[in-house]
């Protein structure tokens, strides 16, 4: 698992590298300027480039990036408002990027926008903590009017690295394409920042590993190695009795699609045996589709009523389309108070128990849920944004734990 940082995490990595690798700040910026060179020139070969710069390091990551591109032959040119400071690195590097003959101007009439060109969003990373207004939000709004591809570096300018609730998005760039650097970060992969970033490439820029997964981050993502380690291998001698038998609780009249999609991605995913239990009204569609899946029916033709027997299975789904029928809800608590098993909770499983006092105290230890916002807002109470959203689920799944415990 890959940690996901704070902007102050982010800082306090940063400066741990710098210390003890150790290496200069102004060097650990031209390590990061040339890992996204690589990326940029990868996605955008035959590409010009206008790099806008703000006043702080990320600015001085674009003047970096312009100078390396312009080393490669490229056509490049800075457009970097007249800010009041600049960050001592980015002052370095401005005056490295004048030095190797990049055209610089704080004109945007000047800049050139004709033909293939990518702009790069270089104007401001991960240390904003509040809107942008004035010269940084008119330069957002400049950049986006040009209609040029952008590509943001580490974060989309005006974004921040967290909480975005009370934000502006019309002053945050929407980037096709973000290189976010070392680790991925927060506000990336919420609702709130999807959007804006684009498609998010994490570009690694040496950063001491051990140190990041020191700082104890509650959010990480998770990594095709990560995955690896979860398939058990499969015997050669195996057989379908070898791979768990999954009994899926699923479907209402109207709902049969439900059903059938559940087993047939439970099939799929390697089970050994899936067991579906539907009404009488939904069994002939999910045999028809999944000739797999062994189906049985409840005795009530429109939804599920009654508790299956659950001493085969070594799994249990229960949710997919079965709808809120009021038997349908005392189903699923005689599911959830005497299931033993692995348990994975979806839909309208989720909106049942939401009906309940406490419906998190109902859930077994070791269940899955699958909601998506609407669900979850009913069971844990609504949330105006992702992050919010975010920290309801931790809380709500602290508190589950202490019940648990």
Same mark, same amino acid.
Not at 19 to 32: K, T, V
Not at 257 to 269: N, P
């Given at each position: 698992?890959?940690?996901?940082?704070?902007?102050?995490?982010?800082?306090?990595?940063?400066?741990?590298?710098?210390?003890?690798?150790?290496?200069?700040?102004?060097?650990?910026?031209?390590?990061?300027?040339?890992?996204?060179?690589?990326?940029?020139?990868?996605?955008?070969?035959?590409?010009?480039?206008?790099?806008?710069?703000?006043?702080?390091?990320?600015?001085?990551?674009?003047?970096?990036?312009?100078?390396?591109?312009?080393?490669?032959?490229?056509?490049?040119?800075?457009?970097?408002?007249?800010?009041?400071?600049?960050?001592?690195?980015?002052?370095?590097?401005?005056?490295?990027?004048?030095?190797?003959?990049?055209?610089?101007?704080?004109?945007?009439?000047?800049?050139?926008?004709?033909?293939?060109?990518?702009?790069?969003?270089?104007?401001?990373?991960?240390?904003?903590?509040?809107?942008?207004?004035?010269?940084?939000?008119?330069?957002?709004?400049?950049?986006?009017?040009?209609?040029?591809?952008?590509?943001?570096?580490?974060?989309?300018?005006?974004?921040?690295?967290?909480?975005?609730?009370?934000?502006?998005?019309?002053?945050?760039?929407?980037?096709?394409?973000?290189?976010?650097?070392?680790?991925?970060?927060?506000? &990336? /992969? +919420?609702?709130?920042?999807?959007?804006? !970033? @684009?498609?998010? =490439?994490?570009?690694?820029?040496?950063?001491? #590993?051990?140190?990041?997964?020191?700082?104890?981050?509650?959010?990480?993502?998770?990594?095709?190695?990560?995955?690896?380690?979860?398939?058990?291998?499969?015997?050669?001698?195996?057989?379908?009795?070898?791979?768990?038998?999954? &009994? /899926? +609780?699923?479907?209402?009249?109207?709902? !049969? @699609?439900?059903? =059938?999609?559940?087993?047939?991605?439970?099939? #799929?995913?390697?089970?050994?045996?899936?067991?579906?239990?539907?009404?009488?009204?939904?069994?002939?569609?999910?045999?028809?589709?999944?000739?797999?899946?062994?189906?049985?029916?409840?005795?009530?033709?429109?939804?599920?009523?009654? /508790?299956?027997?659950?001493?085969?299975?070594? !799994?249990?789904?229960?949710?997919?389309?079965?709808?809120?029928?009021? #038997?349908?809800?005392?189903?699923?608590?005689?599911?959830?108070?005497?299931?033993?098993?692995?348990?994975?909770?979806?839909?309208?499983?989720?909106?049942?128990?939401?009906?309940?006092?406490?419906?998190?105290?109902?859930?077994?230890?070791?269940?899955?849920?699958?909601?998506?916002?609407?669900?979850?807002?009913?069971?844990?109470?609504?949330?105006?944004?992702?992050?919010?959203?975010?920290?309801?689920?931790?809380?709500?799944?602290?508190?589950?734990?202490?019940?648990?415990?």
């Amino acid at each position: 698992m890959l940690p996901i940082l704070s902007a102050e995490q982010m800082a306090l990595a940063d400066a741990h590298t710098i210390g003890n690798e150790p290496i200069a700040s102004i060097d650990l910026m031209e390590r990061a300027a040339s890992a996204c060179v690589t990326h940029l020139l990868a996605a955008f070969p035959g590409a010009g480039w206008l790099i806008v710069c703000g006043p702080g390091n990320n600015g001085g990551d674009g003047l970096a990036i312009a100078r390396l591109l312009s080393a490669e032959g490229r056509r490049v040119q800075v457009f970097q408002p007249n800010w009041e400071h600049l960050s001592k690195d980015c002052a370095i590097n401005m005056q490295r990027a004048k030095e190797a003959g990049v055209s610089v101007t704080s004109d945007p009439a000047a800049c050139e926008r004709n033909g293939p060109i990518v702009l790069v969003d270089c104007l401001f990373g991960t240390g904003l903590n509040r809107p942008l207004d004035g010269i940084a939000r008119g330069t957002v709004q400049w950049m986006q009017a040009t209609r040029l591809p952008i590509v943001s570096i580490d974060m989309p300018s005006g974004l921040f690295c967290e909480d975005n609730s009370v934000n502006d998005p019309e002053a945050i760039i929407k980037a096709e394409l973000t290189l976010t650097l070392a680790c991925h970060k927060l506000a &990336l /992969l +919420l609702p709130e920042g999807m959007d804006h !970033a @684009g498609r998010v =490439v994490r570009v690694p820029i040496g950063l001491d #590993r051990t140190f990041v997964r020191g700082l104890g981050s509650p959010f990480s993502c998770t990594e095709l190695s990560d995955l690896k380690e979860l398939v058990l291998p499969r015997p050669r001698s195996g057989h379908k009795g070898t791979f768990g038998h999954l &009994l /899926l +609780l699923a479907g209402s009249e109207g709902m !049969a @699609g439900a059903a =059938v999609l559940a087993a047939s991605a439970a099939a #799929r995913s390697g089970c050994g045996l899936v067991s579906a239990r539907t009404p009488r009204a939904v069994l002939s569609a999910v045999q028809t589709n999944v000739p797999v899946a062994m189906v049985s029916s409840d005795p009530d033709p429109v939804c599920l009523t009654e /508790l299956p027997d659950l001493s085969r299975a070594t !799994a249990l789904a229960i949710g997919p389309g079965i709808g809120k029928d009021k #038997r349908t809800a005392l189903l699923v608590e005689a599911c959830i108070e005497r299931a033993s098993l692995p348990m994975v909770l979806d839909a309208d499983a989720l909106n049942l128990l939401a009906g309940q006092p406490r419906p998190a105290g109902a859930i077994p230890p070791g269940t899955v849920i699958t909601p998506h916002p609407g669900e979850f807002d009913r069971l844990a109470g609504p949330s105006m944004s992702g992050y919010q959203r975010l920290q309801r689920a931790i809380f709500w799944a602290k508190e589950r734990a202490a019940r648990w415990s």
